[in-house]
Nanobody
Framework: QVQLVESGGGLVQAGGSLRLSCAAS????????MGWFRQAPGKERECVGA????????YYADSVKGRFTISRDNSQNTLYLQMNSLKPEDTGLYFC????????????????????WGQGTQVTVSS
Protein backbone atom coordinates (compact mmCIF):
# COMPACT_ATOMS: atom_id res chain seq x y z
CA GLN A 1 0.00 0.00 0.00
CA VAL A 2 1.05 3.56 -0.62
CA GLN A 3 0.47 6.11 2.10
CA LEU A 4 -0.94 9.44 0.94
CA VAL A 5 -1.12 12.74 2.78
CA GLU A 6 -2.94 15.75 1.32
CA SER A 7 -2.26 19.38 2.15
CA GLY A 8 -3.03 22.83 0.84
CA GLY A 9 -6.74 23.13 1.49
CA GLY A 10 -8.31 26.14 3.14
CA LEU A 11 -10.84 28.94 2.93
CA VAL A 12 -10.73 31.12 -0.17
CA GLN A 13 -13.02 33.66 -1.80
CA ALA A 14 -14.70 32.92 -5.10
CA GLY A 15 -12.29 33.62 -7.95
CA GLY A 16 -9.28 32.72 -5.86
CA SER A 17 -6.77 29.90 -6.22
CA LEU A 18 -5.43 27.03 -4.17
CA ARG A 19 -2.79 24.38 -4.85
CA LEU A 20 -3.32 20.99 -3.29
CA SER A 21 -0.42 18.60 -2.74
CA CYS A 22 -0.42 14.88 -2.08
CA ALA A 23 2.76 13.40 -0.64
CA ALA A 24 3.21 9.67 -1.22
CA SER A 25 5.30 7.06 0.56
CA UNK A 26 5.42 3.28 0.52
CA UNK A 27 5.05 1.37 -2.75
CA UNK A 28 6.58 3.07 -5.76
CA UNK A 29 4.54 6.17 -6.48
CA UNK A 30 5.71 6.49 -10.07
CA UNK A 31 4.18 3.14 -11.02
CA UNK A 32 0.57 4.15 -10.37
CA UNK A 33 -2.03 6.34 -11.94
CA MET A 34 -3.43 8.89 -9.51
CA GLY A 35 -6.64 10.79 -9.02
CA TRP A 36 -8.13 13.71 -7.13
CA PHE A 37 -11.64 13.25 -5.80
CA ARG A 38 -13.93 15.56 -3.93
CA GLN A 39 -16.95 14.97 -1.77
CA ALA A 40 -19.46 17.60 -0.77
CA PRO A 41 -21.96 17.04 2.05
CA GLY A 42 -24.81 14.84 0.87
CA LYS A 43 -23.17 14.11 -2.46
CA GLU A 44 -21.26 11.19 -3.88
CA ARG A 45 -17.49 11.25 -4.18
CA GLU A 46 -16.56 12.43 -7.67
CA CYS A 47 -13.32 12.39 -9.60
CA VAL A 48 -12.26 15.90 -10.57
CA GLY A 49 -8.94 14.91 -12.15
CA ALA A 50 -6.85 11.87 -12.97
CA UNK A 51 -3.37 11.31 -14.38
CA UNK A 52 -1.58 8.25 -15.72
CA UNK A 53 1.58 6.88 -14.10
CA UNK A 54 3.80 8.67 -16.63
CA UNK A 55 1.85 11.91 -16.52
CA UNK A 56 1.26 11.62 -20.24
CA UNK A 57 -2.52 11.63 -20.09
CA UNK A 58 -4.95 13.53 -17.90
CA TYR A 59 -8.69 13.65 -17.28
CA TYR A 60 -10.84 16.48 -15.93
CA ALA A 61 -14.46 16.56 -14.93
CA ASP A 62 -16.46 18.95 -17.08
CA SER A 63 -17.19 21.10 -14.05
CA VAL A 64 -13.49 21.92 -13.53
CA LYS A 65 -12.12 21.78 -17.07
CA GLY A 66 -10.10 24.90 -17.89
CA ARG A 67 -9.80 25.85 -14.20
CA PHE A 68 -8.01 22.90 -12.54
CA THR A 69 -4.70 21.31 -13.51
CA ILE A 70 -3.48 17.95 -12.25
CA SER A 71 0.23 17.19 -12.35
CA ARG A 72 2.78 14.93 -10.72
CA ASP A 73 6.46 14.98 -9.86
CA ASN A 74 7.61 11.37 -9.74
CA SER A 75 11.06 12.40 -8.50
CA GLN A 76 9.42 13.98 -5.44
CA ASN A 77 6.64 11.39 -5.01
CA THR A 78 4.09 14.18 -5.11
CA LEU A 79 0.78 14.78 -6.85
CA TYR A 80 -0.64 18.28 -7.32
CA LEU A 81 -3.96 19.91 -8.12
CA GLN A 82 -3.80 23.58 -9.11
CA MET A 83 -7.24 25.12 -8.70
CA ASN A 84 -7.96 28.53 -10.22
CA SER A 85 -11.11 30.62 -10.57
CA LEU A 86 -12.65 28.76 -7.66
CA LYS A 87 -16.41 28.72 -7.27
CA PRO A 88 -18.57 28.06 -4.18
CA GLU A 89 -19.64 24.76 -5.77
CA ASP A 90 -16.00 23.61 -5.59
CA THR A 91 -16.37 23.38 -1.83
CA GLY A 92 -15.74 19.92 -0.44
CA LEU A 93 -13.31 17.47 1.06
CA TYR A 94 -10.60 16.68 -1.47
CA PHE A 95 -8.88 13.31 -1.53
CA CYS A 96 -5.96 11.97 -3.53
CA UNK A 97 -5.92 8.30 -4.43
CA UNK A 98 -3.63 5.75 -6.07
CA UNK A 99 -4.85 3.17 -8.56
CA UNK A 100 -5.08 -0.46 -7.57
CA UNK A 101 -2.88 -1.80 -10.41
CA UNK A 102 0.47 -0.46 -11.66
CA UNK A 103 1.34 0.76 -15.17
CA UNK A 104 -2.20 0.54 -16.53
CA UNK A 105 -1.74 3.60 -18.70
CA UNK A 106 -5.52 3.95 -18.64
CA UNK A 107 -7.36 6.87 -17.09
CA UNK A 108 -10.01 5.76 -14.66
CA UNK A 109 -12.43 7.81 -12.60
CA UNK A 110 -14.20 5.11 -10.62
CA UNK A 111 -13.37 5.13 -6.89
CA UNK A 112 -13.45 1.32 -6.99
CA UNK A 113 -10.31 1.35 -9.18
CA UNK A 114 -8.30 3.15 -6.48
CA UNK A 115 -6.98 1.22 -3.50
CA UNK A 116 -5.06 3.82 -1.48
CA TRP A 117 -6.61 7.04 -0.20
CA GLY A 118 -5.45 10.00 1.80
CA GLN A 119 -7.36 11.46 4.72
CA GLY A 120 -8.59 14.46 2.73
CA THR A 121 -8.11 18.21 2.88
CA GLN A 122 -11.03 20.64 3.17
CA VAL A 123 -11.57 23.31 0.53
CA THR A 124 -14.15 25.99 1.26
CA VAL A 125 -14.97 28.68 -1.29
CA SER A 126 -17.00 31.61 -0.05
CA SER A 127 -19.19 33.71 -2.33
Amino acid sequence: QVQLVESGGGLVQAGGSLRLSCAASGRTFRMYGMGWFRQAPGKERECVGAITWSGGSTYYADSVKGRFTISRDNSQNTLYLQMNSLKPEDTGLYFCAAERSPFTGLLTTSPADFSSWGQGTQVTVSS
